[in-house]
């Protein structure tokens, strides 16, 4: 006699009750809008620091990493959503990561696990955001007067302000006309820095070209690992579930095609900017490709109007960035503060949200102005959080549904996915709180600068 179904813990009449799922994860979305938020929530600025990971790996193993990430988190991501279709074929549709992660697993413990993880690199991708929105207004303001009494937390609390306004969109959908002009903002900026590298590497003040690596054995390793974790948080995301959540059901087969979308823009932006950057700095490479272009002593290596340019094209990316990776907060505040059975819009459900939304916005306004130094911390968050969700979770999980046999070649690659990125995160983790460490004499609350 067959045994009967596992119960949901998940079902249908308490996500009804349930207004973070009802108002912020509404599922009326096609596959080019979960695209459009896949595109935003991966192809950010952050792929302007792709040379400064080659600068720890050299042109073969730069190559090689950036590749092999590419591939994996394209496998791990359709994974994710061949066990999210396969849950919702047996009755029980998840929309969020942990709910999935605690019904597959059968563990508490894991419910409260990916919550900690997910906070933990949402938060740090919006206050980072917020920071680099910041930087990137005082870079045109230090340009037009130079010598402005402006400081670096002034500008992040003009990008708080903005961000707090721009938080009260009430859905995850409502977003897909920002993330799309965000979509056109990553090309853009992407083909303004590749066309100011290539710029600078043929004109007479190109800068000296060396591509060695260093020469301490130890530093080589440690700074390979941290170039290791550097691209593994710039392909990672951590939102999926809720990404394909905003998709209008039956899913099925709608979120590779947002998937493919998304890495042909990858396969466009993360190439032509790691090699173009690369190709000119070398082993010089800043933490980000403007840095480099725009250096601290002497003159743009590029024409001025392209530069700037590319960091409004920045900036205003960062706002859809900040916005995408706040929904996951947005969700949990609304799932405890709202009332499902009255109108979104309604003043029960609208107070709550304004207040809280600002809160939270604040918060990260005044960590980023506090913490200026918190790209060393985000590489800890990444190394720690983006692995395992995007790396270890989405094998462990499809494993667990679909039970292939552990001679078949998926069992043997996802174990083999497995083993390598948990070590390689224990090894990144370590580099980046290395780096912490030896970083932290710079360290000034409420600084002006920006620790690389």
Known sequence: MASPPAPDPFPAPRRDADAGAAFVLESKGEWWHAGFHLTTAIVGPTILALPYAFRGLGWGLGFLCLTAMGVVTFYSYLLMSKVLEQCEKEGRRHIRFRELAADILGSG????????????INTGIGIGAILLAGECLKIMYSNLSPNGSLKLYDFIAMVTVVMIVLSQLPTFHSLRHINLVSLFLSLGYTFLVVGACIYAGLS?????????LESSESARVFSAFTSISIIAAIFGNGILPEIQATLAPPVTG????GLLMCY?????????????????FGNKSNSTILKSLMPDNGPALAPTWALGLGVVF?????????????QVAYEIMESQS???????????NLIPRIILRTLYMVFCGFMAAMLPFFGDINGVVGAIGFIPLDFVLPMVLYNMTFKPTKSSLTYLI????????????LMGAFSS????????NQFKLFSSDVVD
């Open 338 to 348: 709202a009332d499902v059975k009255q109108g979104i819009f309604s003043l029960r």
């Open 314 to 326: 920045v900036l205003l990316q960062l706002f859809a960035i900040g916005l995408v990776y706040s």
């Open 204 to 212: 007479k003040n190109a800068p000296p070209r060396d591509y060695s």
């Open 254 to 257: 709608k979120m590779v095609k």
């Open 109 to 120: 413990w894991m419910f409260y696990f990916v919550i900690f993880i997910q906070t933990a």
């Open 414 to 425: 996802n174990i083999s996915i497995i083993i390598v990125f948990t070590g390689a995160g």
């Open 264 to 280: 042909a823009v990858i396969a466009v932006t993360f190439y032509s900017a790691a090699v173009s950057g690369y190709w000119v």
């Open 433 to 440: 709180i290395r780096k912490l460490i030896l970083d932290a």
